[in-house]
C-alpha cells in the first residue's frame, strides 16, 4: 500500500482534530479533486467575464429602467424608456434600417463568400493568390476603407466613372435615400466577404471525395452534384457564416458613422449609431441603455440560433 | 618663533573668494527661485480644448509659458476633436474624470449651467475690478452664455461670425467685381452665384455657392441667421419650438434656393471634409462660401496659388433685406469644473487671466480668428494690416448667436436631417419642418421630464 503520510499527514491517523482546508482537500475522493481543480482553473476567466462583461451588461439593462443623464443619480422610471422609444419614429425608422441591413449584408456576404470559395476550390492557376489579395480587404483599417469608399462612391467617383460606358447614368450613392443604405451594404460585404470565403473554403476542403467519384459515376453533371452534395453537406458551414455574419452586422458603427453620418435624412441611421447619439450627444444614458437592450435582444435571437446549430451539428457527427 | 595674530590672505585666497562668490551668484538665482516655489504648494491641474491648426498650438504655447513663470503648477493640456470635445467632457463629468478646467464652445453653455457643473469665476482675480467691469468688456450676447444670476461662469476667448468668402479671380472672369457686386441679399446670391456657375452638360466644373453640409453644427450655423432674418424664432416662450412656421418655411425656402431655384450649387457633389469643410472652395470647384474666418495657413496649404494671388476675401452674410444681412456668432469660452479642489480653482484664474493677457500674440499666431474681448486687440496695428479684417469683426460683432437651447444637439441633428432631406432628396419643405419640429418637442419634453 503506498504510504500517503508524505503527501497527507492525516493519512496515518496519527494526528489529531479537525483537519485544515488543505487536508480537506487531499482527503476527497480523486474525482471531487479534479473537479475543484477544474473550478479554479476557469475561476479567473469567469471573474473576468463577471467584471467586465455580464457586470456591465447587467448595469445596462439595469440602467434601461432609469433616467440617467451621466451627471445626476439615475432615477427609476420604469417602462417610460420604452414607450418613448416605441413612440419614437426615428427609433422605428432606425430598426428598420437594422434589420434591412442585417439581411441585406448577410445574403449577400454569404452568397458572395460561398462563391469565391468554390472559384478558388477549382483549382485554377493563381487562385491563391487571388485569395491572398482578397483576403487582404479584411486586414486594411476600417477608417482608411471608410474614408476610400467615401470619395469612390462620389457622383463623380470612379464607381460611376467605370458604370458610366456601360450607359448607367449618375448615380449619387451617398446622397440618395434609396442608395445609401445599398451601398453600406455593398461596402460591407466588399470587406467581410473575402474573410467567410476562407471559412468555405476550409469546409469545401473538407468534404469527402467520396460522394462526388459516385455521382459522377452516375453520370451527375457539375450543377447537380452542387445542388445535391455540396450544399446539403455544406449546411452547417452556411448557417455558421449566416449567424456569425449577422451578429457581425447588427453591431456596426463605423462604416455608416464615417460614410454617411446617419444621413441622409435617416436613411443609414442603425440602432449602435443611434446608441451613441442618445447617449454622448443627447446625454440620455437610460434611453441609451434601452435601445441596446433592444439590439442585444436581436442579437440574443441569432445566438440561441447558432446554439441550436451546434447542437444539431453535434448530433449529426456523432 | 611667535605667529603673527593677523593673517594676511595670499593671492590664492582672493582667487578662491572670488570663485566661491561668482558660484554663489550663478546659483542664487534658481535657489532662490526653488525656494520661493517650495513656498507654494505645488498643483497639478488638468485643461481639455479642441483642436484646430492655429488656436490649439497659440493655447498650448500660453500654457507651457504660464508654468514657466509659476513652476509650483503643473498642467495637464490635452486636446480633443473639435466636435468630440463636448461629448468628452459630459463623459468625464459622468465618470468622474472631467478636467478642472477646459474650453466650452458657446452653445454647449446651458448644459453646463443647468446641471451646476462650472465653477463662478472671480473677476478680481482675473484683473477687473467688477462684474460690471468685466461684463463691459464684452458684447453683451458673448456674456449672456458665460452669465447667470450675476456671476459669471465662463471668460469668453474666440468669438466670431461667419462670412461669406468670395473668389475674386472668378467674380472677374464672368464681368463681375468682388469689391462692388458681392450679393447683399440672398436673391443677388442667388443671382450671382447662377452668373458665376460652369457647367459641362449637366455637370457642374464650377459651382456658383456652396453650403457646407458635412455637420449638424455648420447647418445651425448656417440656418440660424436665414430664421431669424425671416422674422423666425427657434422656440417661442413656451419652449415649443416654432421652426415650421411660415417664417421657418421662408427661411427652408431660401436656403434650397440656390440649388433648387438658381441651380447655381449641387447638394451631392462635394469634396468638403470634417477637417477642411471649405475644400470646394480653396480648391476653387465653389466661388462662394459661408465660412468662419479663414486662416491664411489653411488656404496656403490646400491652394497656394490662392494665397500668392491673395483672390480671396470676406464679406458679410445677405439679408432677407438688402444691405441687412447678418451671419451667427459662436464662440469658446474658458471654464472651470465646479468639482475642482479650491487651490486647483485658484491656479486656473491664474492661467485663464495670463492666456489673455497677451491678445496681440493670440492674434499673430491665430489671425483672423477674432477675440471676444473688446480691448487690447481690435485697434493694434499688427490687427488693423489684416486684409479685410474690419468685415470680419462686423460679422462677429452684428452677428445673431445660436440658440442657447437645453436640447441643442437634439434641434442641431434634427435641423441637419431636414436641410438633408429637402436639398438631397427635395422632400416637401413644410412636411420636413414639422416632422423637425416635433422631434425637437419631443427632445424637450423628455428633458423636462428627467
Same mark, same amino acid.
Given at each position: ?29 480523486h ?50 424608456n420604452?414607450?418613448e ?51 487582404l480587404?479584411?486586414?486594411?483599417p ?43 451594404? $455593398?461596402?460591407?460585404v ?18 469527402p ?88 435582444a436581436? $442579437? ?19 | ?5 593677523? @593673517?594676511?590672505?595670499?593671492?590664492? +585666497?582672493?582667487?578662491?573668494t572670488?570663485?566661491?562668490?561668482? /558660484? ?13 516655489? %517650495?513656498?507654494?504648494? =505645488?498643483?497639478?491641474i488638468?485643461f ?6 492655429? &488656436? ?8 507651457? /509659458? ?14 480633443f476633436? *473639435?466636435?468630440? @470635445? ?18 466650452? &464652445?458657446?452653445? *454647449?453653455?446651458?448644459t453646463?449651467?443647468?446641471?451646476? @457643473? ?5 473677476? %478680481?482675480?482675473?484683473g ?7 461684463t ?5 450676447? *458673448? ?52 452668373r ?5 452638360g449637366?455637370?457642374?466644373?464650377? &459651382? ?8 449638424? %453644427? ?24 416654432t ?26 457633389d ?9 475644400? +470646394?472652395?480653396?480648391?476653387e470647384r ?6 468662419? =474666418?479663414i ?26 433685406q ?22 486647483? &480653482? ?6 485663464y ?7 496681440i ?8 480668428f ?6 487690447g ?18 460679422a ?55
Amino acid at each position: 500500500m503506498a504510504d500517503l503520510t508524505s503527501i497527507n499527514p492525516y493519512a496515518s491517523g496519527n494526528l489529531s482534530g479537525p483537519p485544515p482546508a488543505v487536508s480537506r482537500f487531499w482527503q476527497m475522493h480523486h474525482r471531487q479533486r479534479i473537479r475543484l481543480w477544474g473550478i479554479a482553473f476557469v475561476l479567473p476567466t469567469l471573474l473576468f467575464f463577471a467584471v467586465f462583461k455580464y457586470g456591465p451588461m447587467m448595469w445596462a439593462i439595469e440602467l434601461s429602467f432609469n433616467s440617467y443623464d451621466m451627471v445626476s443619480a439615475p432615477r427609476f422610471i420604469g417602462l417610460d424608456n420604452y414607450r418613448e422609444l416605441a413612440a419614437d419614429p426615428i427609433f422605428r425608422e432606425t430598426l428598420l434600417n437594422t434589420f434591412v441591413y442585417i439581411a441585406g449584408s448577410t445574403i449577400l456576404t454569404t452568397i458572395v463568400g460561398l462563391s469565391l470559395a468554390l472559384a478558388i476550390n477549382t483549382g485554377i492557376p493563381g487562385a491563391r493568390y487571388c485569395m491572398t489579395a482578397m483576403f487582404l480587404t479584411n486586414l486594411m483599417p476600417i477608417i482608411a476603407v471608410c474614408l476610400v469608399w467615401r470619395f469612390l462612391l462620389h457622383p463623380y467617383g470612379l464607381v460611376n466613372q467605370i458604370l458610366q460606358p456601360l450607359g448607367v447614368g449618375r448615380i449619387d450613392w451617398l446622397t440618395n435615400s434609396w442608395t445609401a443604405l445599398p451601398a453600406i451594404i $455593398m461596402v460591407t460585404v466588399w470587406r467581410f466577404a473575402p474573410y467567410f470565403m476562407v471559412v468555405f473554403l476550409a469546409a469545401l476542403l473538407a468534404l469527402p471525395e467520396d460522394y462526388y467519384e459516385a455521382a459522377e459515376l452516375d453520370g451527375a453533371g457539375a450543377f447537380r452534384r452542387f445542388i445535391h452534395i455540396t450544399l446539403p453537406l455544406l449546411m452547417p458551414t452556411i448557417f455558421f457564416v449566416v449567424v456569425v455574419s449577422a451578429l457581425l452586422c447588427a453591431r456596426i458603427f463605423l462604416m455608416p458613422y464615417l460614410i454617411t453620418g446617419g444621413g441622409p435624412g435617416n436613411a443609414t441611421r442603425v440602432l449602435s449609431m443611434l446608441i451613441y447619439e442618445t447617449g454622448f450627444s443627447y446625454l440620455k444614458m437610460g434611453q441609451a441603455a434601452a435601445i441596446s437592450v433592444v439590439l442585444f435582444a436581436i $442579437m440574443l435571437v441569432f445566438t440561441a440560433f447558432q446554439i441550436r446549430l451546434f447542437a444539431r451539428s453535434e448530433q449529426v457527427y456523432m | 618663533m611667535k605667529k603673527s595674530a593677523i @593673517l594676511r590672505p595670499t593671492r590664492r +585666497d582672493v582667487v578662491r573668494t572670488i570663485g566661491a562668490a561668482g /558660484l554663489g551668484a550663478a546659483t542664487s538665482g534658481p535657489l532662490m527661485q526653488r525656494a520661493f516655489a %517650495q513656498t507654494k504648494k =505645488p498643483v497639478e491641474i488638468s485643461f481639455w480644448t479642441f483642436d484646430n491648426p492655429q &488656436q490649439r498650438p497659440w493655447v498650448h504655447k500660453r500654457v507651457k /509659458l504660464f508654468m514657466q513663470e509659476n513652476p509650483h503648477v503643473k498642467v495637464d493640456f490635452q486636446w480633443f476633436a *473639435f466636435a468630440d @470635445l463636448g461629448k468628452k467632457v459630459s463623459v468625464g463629468f459622468a465618470t468622474g474624470t472631467a478636467p478642472d478646467g477646459f474650453v466650452s &464652445q458657446d452653445w *454647449f453653455m446651458p448644459t453646463w449651467l443647468d446641471k451646476g @457643473l462650472l465653477a463662478p469665476l472671480d473677476t %478680481q482675480r482675473l484683473g477687473y475690478p467688477s462684474y460690471a467691469a468685466f461684463t463691459g468688456d464684452f458684447a453683451k450676447a *458673448f456674456v449672456d452664455g458665460a452669465t447667470m444670476d450675476g456671476k459669471v461662469y465662463g471668460y469668453p476667448l474666440w468669438f466670431y461670425g461667419y462670412c461669406n468668402y468670395l473668389n475674386s479671380k472668378q467674380f472677374k472672369e464672368v464681368g463681375l467685381d468682388a469689391e462692388k457686386d458681392w450679393p447683399q441679399s440672398w436673391d443677388q446670391l442667388g443671382e450671382v452665384a447662377k452668373r458665376l456657375t460652369v457647367k459641362d452638360g449637366d455637370k457642374f466644373v464650377r &459651382q456658383g455657392f456652396k453650403f457646407a453640409m458635412h455637420s449638424s %453644427q455648420w447647418t445651425m450655423i448656417q440656418f440660424n441667421p436665414i430664421l431669424i432674418q425671416s422674422g423666425g424664432k427657434w422656440f417661442d416662450d413656451a419652449g415649443k419650438c416654432t421652426v415650421n412656421s411660415d417664417a421657418g418655411v421662408r427661411a427652408m425656402t431660401i436656403r434650397a434656393s440656390i440649388a433648387q431655384k438658381y441651380g447655381a450649387e449641387d447638394p451631392a457633389d462635394s469634396i468638403a471634409t470634417n477637417p477642411v469643410p471649405g475644400m +470646394d472652395f480653396l480648391k476653387e470647384r465653389a466661388s462662394m462660401f459661408f465660412c468662419h =474666418p479663414i486662416p491664411f495657413d489653411l488656404v496656403k496649404v490646400n491652394n497656394p496659388a490662392m494665397l500668392e494671388g491673395g483672390y480671396f476675401r470676406p464679406v458679410q452674410y445677405p439679408g432677407v433685406q438688402t444691405g441687412k444681412g447678418n451671419s451667427t456668432t459662436y464662440g469658446f469660452n474658458l471654464v472651470i469644473n465646479a468639482k475642482a479642489a479650491a487651490e486647483k &480653482q485658484e491656479a486656473l484664474h491664474d492661467l485663464y487671466k495670463f492666456i489673455m493677457s497677451d491678445l496681440i500674440d493670440c492674434w499673430k499666431d491665430t489671425a483672423p480668428f477674432t477675440l471676444g474681448r473688446k480691448t487690447g486687440w481690435a485697434d493694434n496695428a499688427e490687427v488693423q494690416k489684416f486684409p479685410h479684417v474690419n468685415e470680419i469683426i462686423r460679422a462677429k460683432d452684428e452677428g445673431v448667436f445660436l440658440p442657447r437651447s437645453l436640447v441643442f444637439n437634439e434641434l442641431a441633428d434634427s435641423m441637419h436631417r431636414a436641410v438633408q432631406k429637402v436639398m438631397l432628396s427635395k422632400a416637401g419643405i413644410k412636411a420636413t419642418l414639422d416632422e423637425a419640429a416635433a422631434e425637437v418637442d419631443r427632445a424637450t419634453a423628455a428633458y423636462k421630464k428627467a
